[in-house]
């Protein structure tokens, strides 16, 4: 008799394969998309690969969409080929710091120097005036105050709505106001549902941004999610802006 172990990589591929079947499925019944601006954001780091990256271009040139490549600054000087790319293509390069640390636990000369050593990295690539997302999300008023003073253009942290009035009270920088939604866990989870993830997007305020903070890494495990959300928004006539687009107004 055969053992039973070898059961299980059979009906783990069969459940494979039923989901794959289930994600197709229910993607051809999205509900209809709606116009909106589209801001795409994706961070780049140690582990993002440059063949995820390459791939990434390619599904965002077949679908004219602009984007934000926030990159670790370490990474933008191991890798200048890979930015160039990123550049080439037509998109932004933002910093998201040197190290990738949390920087709101750094001493004020840590945080100086991961903000002054990414943007350095960036002067390298011929951007003068870098945007910004802090690691994890993670701002607090002195980093904002750092970043203005270091002459950084913006603060994407947060990057449903943008404010000329920061909530950091500190001029000079825009700063974006509140939490966006679809992040990495949203993307990789919820997509497996694209129905109900679809109609979330369409009941989101019409005011709003579709904005979404992801990582090469993980989008590109499920290309055909990117490329049939590029679609979705595609259908309705969204624009597609880098973040130093949308600010340019
Ligand atoms: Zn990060």
């Given at each position: 008799m055969r053992p039973l172990w070898l059961l299980l990589p059979l009906?783990?591929?069969?459940?494979?394969?039923?989901?794959?079947?289930?994600i197709f499925d229910s993607a051809n019944d999205l509900p209809p998309p709606v116009s909106r601006t589209v801001l795409l954001g994706f961070d780049l780091e140690e582990p993002?690969?440059?063949?995820?990256?390459?791939?990434?271009?390619?599904?965002?040139?077949?679908?004219?969409?602009s984007a934000t490549f926030f990159v670790v600054g370490k990474v933008a000087e191991e890798r200048p080929e890979l930015m160039r790319s990123i550049l080439a293509a037509g998109h932004e390069l933002a910093c998201h710091s040197y190290s990738h640390p949390q920087l709101t636990g750094l001493s004020e000369a840590g945080q100086r120097e991961e903000l002054t050593r990414c943007a350095e990295a960036l002067q390298g690539l011929g951007?003068?005036?870098?945007?910004?997302?802090?690691?994890?999300?993670r701002?607090?008023?002195h980093l904002?105050?750092?970043?203005?003073?270091?002459?950084?253009?913006?603060?994407?942290?947060?990057?449903?709505?943008?404010?000329?009035?920061?909530?950091?009270?500190?001029?000079?920088?825009?700063?974006?106001?509140?939490?966006?939604?679809?992040?990495?866990?949203?993307?990789?989870?919820?997509?497996?549902?694209?129905?109900?993830f679809y109609a979330a997007l369409r009941g989101y305020p019409a005011s709003r941004?579709?904005?979404?903070?992801?990582?090469?890494?993980?989008?590109?495990?499920?290309?055909?999610?990117?490329?049939?959300?590029?679609?979705?928004?595609?259908?309705?006539?969204?624009?597609?802006?880098?973040?130093?687009?949308l600010m340019k107004g």
């Open positions: 009906c783990l591929l069969f459940l494979l394969l039923l989901s794959d079947y289930l993002d690969t440059d063949e995820d990256v390459a791939a990434l271009l390619d599904l965002l040139e077949a679908h004219s969409a951007i003068e005036h870098p945007g910004f997302r802090a690691p994890y999300t701002t607090d008023r904002v105050s750092l970043l203005a003073g270091l002459g950084y253009a913006y603060d994407a942290s947060y990057i449903e709505e943008w404010t000329h009035a920061p909530r950091a009270g500190v001029p000079g920088i825009k700063v974006s106001a509140s939490f966006l939604p679809l992040t990495d866990y949203y993307w990789l989870y919820l997509l497996r549902s694209p129905g109900p941004l579709l904005s979404v903070d992801l990582h090469p890494r993980y989008v590109m495990r499920y290309p055909s999610h990117l490329g049939a959300y590029l679609a979705w928004c595609e259908e309705a006539g969204c624009a597609f802006l880098s973040h130093q687009e």
